[in-house]
């Protein structure tokens, strides 16, 4: 029997409604379960239910590999299943996009704004994995970072970080939906766009940093000829 993946997306966006009627769950802690509770959940089903068996395998040989998501490691006959599946989850999310009117809209309830922003987030990003032209791949990625932008405020002003917490940047709320729940999902199958998400909200991968300010480094060292250099040189 086929998912019902409306009812599904109608559940993740109503999560935590009766504990928010009732006062027993308070705007912050339900706007810091929902990403894990709700959103995550909802996608992690559709990619288990829509991938399969297969989709599991290339996700933990992935992670064995320490694969970058750049395509390179997937070979020719998981490529296709791959394309498959894109098709597939991009035709699910085709359904449940709302257009932004009707999604500002819908936007009425506040415990309930940053669920249904990340549900409609992910289903643009799934639509988003099948787009060729580049003006249609160019508007929809303006509109995932708008939507983007929006989620990272209502998460961040949920539970602001402390000024004198130097590394409060990387344990935000955003930065942990983006980069540690939302990018190790879905990076095999939108790997230019995370990686374009990342650097446009400074989340890059730190060995890259590490290896660019490396090559910074060496272009401050003085470089040195075949021969010795001279002590007049050197005085000079």
């Known amino acids: 029997m086929a998912t019902d993946w409306r009812a599904e997306y109608v559940k993740a966006a109503a999560l935590g409604d009766a504990g928010d009627a009732t006062g027993d769950v308070t705007a912050v802690q339900q706007t810091e379960k929902t990403p894990v509770g709700g959103v995550l959940a909802f996608l992690d089903l559709l990619l288990t239910q829509e991938g399969g068996e297969w989709w599991t395998k290339l996700q933990r040989k992935a992670r064995r590999t320490a694969a970058k998501s750049d395509g390179q490691t997937v070979d020719a006959k998981d490529q296709k299943q791959l394309t498959a599946l894109k098709t597939r989850l991009a035709a699910v999310g085709t359904t449940l996009v709302l257009q932004l009117p009707h999604l500002n809209a819908s936007l009425s309830k506040e415990t309930a704004r940053v669920r249904v922003l990340q549900l409609q987030l992910v289903c643009r990003m799934l639509c988003y994995a099948v787009l060729i032209k580049k003006k249609e791949r160019k508007l929809l990625k303006k509109e995932i970072q708008g939507?983007?932008?929006?989620?990272?405020?209502?998460?961040?002003?949920?539970?602001?970080?402390?000024?004198?917490?130097?590394?409060?940047?990387?344990r935000s709320p955003f930065q942990e939906f983006l980069k540690q729940q939302l990018a190790p999902r879905l990076e095999l199958l939108l790997p230019e766009l995370m990686q374009y998400l990342l650097k446009a909200y400074e989340m890059e991968v730190e060995e890259n940093k590490a290896e660019e300010n490396a090559k910074d480094s060496n272009l401050l060292l003085p470089t040195v000829s075949a021969g010795v250099i001279s002590l007049v040189e050197l005085c000079m």
């Open 147 to 170: 939507l983007m932008d929006r989620v990272a405020l209502l998460l961040d002003a949920a539970n602001p970080p402390s000024l004198a917490d130097e590394d409060a940047d990387e």
